[in-house]
């Protein structure tokens, strides 16, 4: 966006408000790379020009855009990102097209580890008759996620699969799972905006990073429906151990990779 543009936004913010050249200025000391484009962006959200200033000093100060601006784009959907809540990557659209691919119109689909429930709701956005459960461990997460994904009762705080009802044992089409996957130890060489401000239980998956993948493998084949499918956001390093663990398990499992997206998914099937 031009300055122009920036300017003309800032008018309708307020007459009074800081100058869109002082906001990019700022912005760019600060270390923010793509300034013009933030500046827009928080132009663009903030109500007033108070809401306006506080913003810039937030993001000056080192707070994710996105939990600034309140939102992120994620495949094409507004999704609204509290503070202290996993912001999604757009690495994990990778993950929802690769069970759009897999879902039937009114499958029962599980977004495991749903934190502001983008996954979910871009899924039912692809598929709106989609029986659409989800569940986070953290009540900031569950509350955005209630925002996010409107079925009302669909999104459950409690740990993996427990909060779930009973009688989707064995009927779960698709179990689709970005859980925190980062060593215990790399977290502390994450960037700041995740170190500090996204929750560790969003981020630490244990010495290996595969201590949730494990506890959600375990328990898969007693959820999916046969011929169901699990689908799990890797790395590219641990693709192949997670594929492993879930084939200990019984599941049959392949590896998907996005080069473009920079992003790996685990997909893995129960025997029909
Ligand atoms: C990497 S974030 C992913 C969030 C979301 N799926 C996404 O892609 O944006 C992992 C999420 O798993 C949740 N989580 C961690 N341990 C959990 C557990 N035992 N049961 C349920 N949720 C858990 C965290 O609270 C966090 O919201």
């Known amino acids: 966006m031009s300055l122009a543009a920036i300017r003309k936004s800032l008018m309708s913010v307020s007459p009074s408000a800081p100058s869109e050249l002082v906001i990019v200025t700022r912005l760019r000391a600060a270390g923010c790379v793509f300034a013009e484009d933030e500046a827009q962006l928080i132009v663009s959200t903030a109500q007033t020009s108070d809401e306006l200033a506080t913003m810039v000093d937030r993001r000056i100060a080192g ?14 959907l507004r999704v609204e990102v509290d503070p202290g809540v996993f912001v999604p990557r757009r690495r994990t659209a990778f993950l929802v097209d690769q069970a759009a691919a897999l879902i039937s119109p009114e499958a029962v689909v599980v977004d495991l580890c749903c934190g502001s429930g983008a996954v979910g709701a871009a899924l039912a956005s692809i598929s709106d008759r989609i029986d659409l459960y989800a ?49 215990t130890g790399a977290i502390r060489l994450m960037p700041p905006e995740a170190r500090l401000h996204e929750p560790r239980v969003s981020l630490d998956g244990g010495v290996d990073g595969l201590d949730i993948q494990r506890r959600v493998a375990s328990a898969a084949r007693t959820w999916l429906a046969p011929g169901g499918h699990l ?40 025997p029909a």
């Open 63 to 76: 707070v994710p855009l996105e939990h600034v601006l309140g939102w992120v784009e994620f495949r094409a």
């Open 135 to 183: 569940v986070d461990i953290d009540p900031a997460a569950v509350r955005c996620a209630r925002r996010n994904i409107s079925a009302p009762g669909r999104v459950i705080e409690g740990d993996l699969y427990a909060p779930l009802p009973g009688k989707l044992r064995g009927s779960v089409d698709v179990l689709v799972v970005n859980a925190p996957y980062v060593p």
């Open 231 to 270: 689908l799990v956001e890797a790395s590219e390093l641990q693709a192949h151990e997670t594929a492993a663990v879930f084939a200990r398990v019984g599941l049959i499992a392949r590896i998907e990779r996005s080069d473009e997206l920079g992003a790996t998914v685990v997909v893995a099937t129960s």
